[in-house]
């Protein structure tokens, strides 16, 4: 069983970055896309952005598209995600998770992901 831990999540001003990491156990881990997701309070948790196992194909949420990145370091076992021109909107628990498989679509649903990692907080203030 694959164990995806995250980190990078703190309290930041509106218009600031962060890069959150996701760092994953095993040596499988370029044989499967990977994605973020998000969960505010009182909201379901909801796509961020996706990535194939070569790094090459990548997906994103209308809602941060152009301000996020998402890219991945396979000799490391990394996922990353780069947040700049971050929003109140964007507070929320941040999860990674892996896919079931290598490749990746534009379909959000968390259904096709089978392993989440325990989540990092991301706060923005205005």
């Known amino acids: 069983q694959v164990q995806l831990v995250e980190s990078g999540g703190r309290l930041v001003q509106a218009g600031g970055s962060l890069r959150l990491s996701c760092a994953a156990s095993?040596?499988?881990?370029?044989?499967?896309?990977m994605g973020w997701f998000r969960q505010a309070p009182g909201k379901e948790r909801e796509f961020v952005a996706a990535?194939?196992?070569?790094?090459?194909?990548?997906y994103y949420a209308d809602s941060v598209k152009g301000r996020f990145t998402i890219s991945r370091d396979n000799a490391k076992n990394t996922v990353y995600l780069q947040m700049n021109i971050l929003k109140p909107d964007d507070t929320a628990v941040y999860y990674c998770?892996?896919?079931?498989?290598?490749?990746?679509?534009?379909?959000?649903?968390?259904?096709?992901?089978?392993?989440w990692g325990q989540g990092t907080q991301v706060t923005v203030s205005s």
């Open positions: 095993g040596r499988t881990f370029s044989s499967y896309a």
């Open positions: 998770a892996r896919r079931s498989g290598p490749t990746t679509s534009e379909d959000p649903s968390p259904d096709f992901y089978n392993n």
């Open positions: 990535i194939n196992w070569s790094g090459r194909i990548t």
